[in-house]
């Protein structure tokens, strides 16, 4: 069950309501700068662990009409569509309801997730997924530096992974080891923990003993969550 910290209590919450009802995840995006989008994309982190865990998932944008540069470069760093919650009006308070916020940010009573604050540097990279990566590397509850150390970080390990995935993908597929695929769920049904996420997969692919048709299943299955685009270059070698 996914469980993450209620910022406003600072107690562990469930996420997904008991039976898999409908969760409502709603951002809080009322600006369109680097922290704001790191809003979005942890929504859209939370929208696709609960839909990995079989829960229906309703996504809602508050602040955001008319927000077209945010809106843009959400989608670029393949961020689901939200809906405008200014054009779906009545009937909000029907599902359980996720918040996720800035820190410090406006929004209504309920389970809350805040989100630690961007501090930008370079313009963003050419492949927007090597600026989600650098998003990711850190818990939403801390702090991104977007330098360039942080973004070439994220960028050499992009590339990598990349170059790996398309190799491994050449040898016949084994699955999902069991104790790698509980440690993966356990790491993002732990408050979203996204970086312990990313360490799983650096200890697959440094295993000597995992087969590379294990670590291509591992990594094309993590990616549901982490939406890096890591089979992009199958084919290619």
Do not use: C, K, N
């Amino acid at each position: 069950m996914l469980r993450i910290i209620d910022a406003r209590t600072g107690e562990p919450a469930d996420a997904a309501p008991a039976r898999r009802g409908l969760t409502r995840v709603e951002a809080h995006a009322p600006g369109s700068d680097p922290t704001h989008l790191r809003v979005l994309l942890v929504a859209d982190l939370l929208a696709r662990a609960l839909e990995i865990g079989g829960t229906p998932v309703w996504a809602l944008l508050t602040g955001g009409h008319r927000q077209a540069e945010l809106l843009a470069r959400a989608m670029a760093l393949g961020i689901r569509p939200f809906e405008d919650s200014h054009d779906v009006g009545a009937g909000l308070g029907e599902a359980q309801a996720v918040h996720v916020a800035a820190e410090g940010g406006a929004a209504p009573d309920g389970v809350r997730i805040a989100v630690a604050p961007v501090r930008p540097g370079p313009p963003d990279p050419a492949d927007p997924a090597v600026l989600r990566l650098a998003l990711l590397t850190r818990h939403h509850s801390a702090g991104v530096p977007l330098d360039e150390a942080a973004l070439a970080e994220a960028a050499a390990t992009l590339a990598r992974w990349r170059t790996a995935v398309a190799r491994w993908a050449r040898s016949p597929s084994r699955p999902v080891p069991d104790d790698v695929r509980r440690r993966l769920r356990h790491a993002w049904e732990d408050d979203l923990d996204v970086p312990g996420v990313l360490d799983v997969l650096r200890r697959v692919e440094s295993d000597p003993d995992l087969p590379d048709g294990a670590r291509f299943e591992t990594y094309a299955h993590a990616d549901r969550l982490l939406g890096l685009d890591l089979t992009r270059d199958l084919g290619s070698f």
